[in-house]
Nanobody, 120 residues
Framework: QVQLVESGGGLVQPGGSLRLSCAAS????????MGWYRRAPGKQRELVAG???????NYAGSVKGRFTISRDSAKNTVYLQMDSLKPEDTAVYYC??????????????WGQGTQVTVSS
């Protein structure tokens, strides 16, 4: 079984920063992709940022230049540095990992979610 453990959410004022972490553990042979999604109240879930096993990254247009995703491959951990936060960044943020497990193939896992609230 694979678990994703998230940390780092909280309440921050507009213009502030937060750093989210997500560590994947369990019977993982390799990680193909790790990323962060978010769901704001009344909105659909959206991809915020992702990083592939090759190091390629992609970002939602609304966070480009403000958020930075990075990874520690040895620890199967991904980080999301969020700067210049805006009230519209308020959402539950979910970690996602696409992993290879032995001969069983490719699997997709989700974290439990962490609340990020940007408010004065």
């Amino acid at each position: 079984q694979v678990q994703l453990v998230e940390s780092g959410g909280g309440l921050v004022q507009p213009g502030g920063s937060l750093r989210l972490s997500c560590a994947a553990s369990g019977s993982i042979d390799s990680v193909k992709f790790m990323g962060w999604y978010r769901r704001a109240p009344g909105k659909q879930r959206e991809l915020v940022a992702g990083v592939t096993s090759g190091g390629g990254t992609n970002y939602a247009g609304s966070v480009k230049g403000r958020f930075t995703i990075s990874r520690d491959s040895a620890k199967n951990t991904v980080y999301l540095q969020m700067d210049s936060l805006k009230p519209e960044d308020t959402a539950v943020y979910y970690c996602n990992a696409d992993v290879i497990i032995g001969l069983s193939g490719e699997w997709d896992f989700w974290g439990q979610g962490t609340q990020v609230t940007v408010s004065s």
